[in-house]
């Protein structure tokens, strides 16, 4: 509330707020103001009140400066008031979770560096390190996935339990167990794996008519009580279910089931998206149930 606070009189007055970097600090702290005080990154002035090492790596990354921060908020010198304290608000939760994660083994069979996808989670940069995580699945899958950049759903078993593990591991570290593969794989079972239900579900139909999300722009990349639980990561369902359906078949996940028969898991213990309908074409729901998505929804979107 106090750093809410903060950014509220500094974009009262037309101006954000600036941190207080110290020079020669790991080398990279050299520039004044930072993007990086919305987004709940700490500064290196901040950093010896840090206890997590991951956070402590965010405080040595260079620092973006206002007029960068001034842009992503839609490229106006004057910051509507709402909209800096919602982003405030958005990197306090981020902040929170980053400060209290504890660290993920990197892990992997195959050689493979989780060090970028970890700083994008751990920075709240949900669609880059969604971007990521669609490369490394490529990777993992082989080389004819990495040269046509996406992975035929036969190619998902020969992902390694552990590079799959440590994938699903960071999601749920940074995003509070609210994302990950594993956390799709609860919610597709508790829905009795009904691909009509799961997608609405997760977020990615919406609206009565159950519409399916345009990537990238109408999906949502912020941790927040907008955004349902499972909703990222993304895997293309453009030419059908199989994929996604290795994906969370996937030895790794097989916990999943005991665990929720240890808990008890239903379906209601899972947030849902209250976001409306965007207006695109729609067909009966019986229609679209196990169909792959129309293309013109999700263009571009590989993996």
């Not at 008519?209 to 999906?219: G, S």
């Amino acid at each position: 509330m106090a750093a809410a606070a903060r950014l509220e009189a500094a974009v009262a007055s037309h101006s954000f707020a600036t941190a207080s970097l110290q020079q020669g600090t790991a080398g990279a702290c050299s520039q004044e103001g930072s993007w990086a005080v919305l987004r709940g990154i700490p500064s290196c002035s901040q950093k010896q009140q840090v206890s997590s090492p991951a956070a402590s790596r965010l405080c040595n990354r260079k620092q973006i400066p206002v007029e960068l921060a001034r842009k992503q908020l839609g490229g106006s010198r004057r910051i509507g008031r709402r909209r800096a304290v919602s982003v405030a608000a958005e990197a306090n939760v981020q902040q929170e979770v980053v400060s209290n994660v504890e660290e993920v083994p990197l892990k992997s069979d195959m050689g493979v560096s989780y060090e970028l996808l970890r700083d994008k989670l751990a920075a709240g940069e949900w669609e880059e390190a969604d971007n990521e995580t669609r490369r490394l699945m490529c990777v993992l899958a082989g080389e004819g996935a990495v040269k046509r950049k996406w992975v035929y759903f036969t190619e998902v078993q020969f992902i390694p339990e552990t590079d799959i593990d440590t994938i699903d591991r960071l999601w749920k570290a940074y995003s509070n167990g609210r994302f990950g593969f594993s956390v799709q794989r609860k919610i597709w079972t508790a829905a009795k794996r009904s691909w009509k239900v799961f997608f609405e579900k997760i977020g990615w139909t919406v609206g009565e008519r159950r519409d399916y999300r345009k990537f990238p722009l109408d999906f949502l990349w912020k941790l927040d009580a907008e955004t349902p639980t499972g909703h990222l990561p993304l895997t293309n369902a453009l030419r059908g279910t199989q994929l996604l359906e290795a994906v969370l078949k996937h030895p790794a996940f097989d916990f999943v089931d005991e665990e929720m028969k240890l808990t008890g898991d239903s379906l209601s213990d899972y947030t849902s998206s209250s976001v409306p309908s965007p207006s695109l074409p729609s067909k009966p729901a019986e229609e679209r149930t196990n169909a792959p998505l129309p293309e013109a929804y999700m263009a571009d979107f590989n993996f």
